[in-house]
């Protein structure tokens, strides 16, 4: 079973500058999926980035950056330029890749909030 | 496009009556999830439908809830009776389906229940 661990219950942010939220995670499978949610109080979840982990190089969305580093089952999500409306809960998901839709597995979440 | 739309979004009810969820995902999405969000917690699978077939409902309780998606297109998910430790957000989420090398989930508002 798969395992995603986010030790950072909450964080907390000025605006403009950088935050990195942390993500660990244990499993036996070779090929999987990492990813990193938001979820705004209005608690509609939306994919913020995506990494295959066949993927040595690292992914990055705009302002949404991780730092993957599979050998230590690592996935941090780095907020660059934060943003008002960056402030939610951020969840951790790992999905092995077995067809394309198998479950999401997510940590308990980091809520960041960014202040002005 | 319409996104995943769920109703309704807040539900109170009296611990041992029955309680129904509804769930459209996006128009041609073949593949439908049913996460339960306890608070403060991340989502977890409750059970997954391939077009009508649920191929994975593990996780579901399955002595008191129940889901359906009779037509391959809409579900509902029930449960009966309620407990008090069934108050969470109940989200539902689609994906295309298939056999491609991913599928990206789309999430709903969820549905918050309440059982007092």
């Known amino acids: 079973a798969q395992t995603v661990t986010q030790s950072q219950p909450e964080m907390s942010v000025q605006e403009a500058e950088t935050v990195t939220l942390s993500c660990t995670y244990d499993?036996?499978?070779?090929?999987?999926?990492l990813f990193w949610y938001k979820q705004p109080p209005s608690r509609q979840m939306i994919l913020v980035i995506r990494q295959e982990a066949y993927k040595q190089q690292n992914a990055t969305e705009n302002r949404f950056s991780v730092n993957f580093q599979k050998a230590a089952k690592s996935f941090s999500l780095k907020i660059s330029d934060s943003q008002l409306g960056d402030t939610a809960m951020y969840f951790c998901?790992?999905?092995?890749?077995?067809?394309?839709?198998?479950?999401?597995?997510f940590g308990k979440g980091t809520k960041l909030t960014v202040n002005p | 496009e319409a996104g995943v739309v769920q109703s309704p979004r807040y539900k109170i009810i009296e611990k041992k009556q029955p309680v129904a969820f509804w769930c459209n995902p996006i128009?041609?999405?073949?593949?439908l999830y049913w996460y339960l969000q306890n608070l403060g917690q991340g989502p977890e699978l409750l059970i997954r439908?391939?077009?009508?077939?649920?191929?994975?409902d593990s996780q579901l309780p399955k002595d008191r809830f129940s889901a359906e998606r009779l037509k391959g297109v809409d579900s509902t998910l029930k449960i009966q009776p309620a407990e008090l430790g069934d108050s969470a957000v109940y989200l539902c989420a689609s994906s295309p389906g298939g056999r491609s090398s991913y599928n990206e989930q789309f999430f709903g508002p969820g549905t918050r229940l309440t059982v007092l």
């Open positions: 439908y391939e077009n009508e077939e649920a191929v994975d």
């Open positions: 998901a790992f999905m092995k890749h077995a067809g394309g839709s198998e479950k999401l597995v």
């Open positions: 128009s041609g999405h073949n593949t």
């Open positions: 499993t036996s499978e070779s090929n999987y999926y």
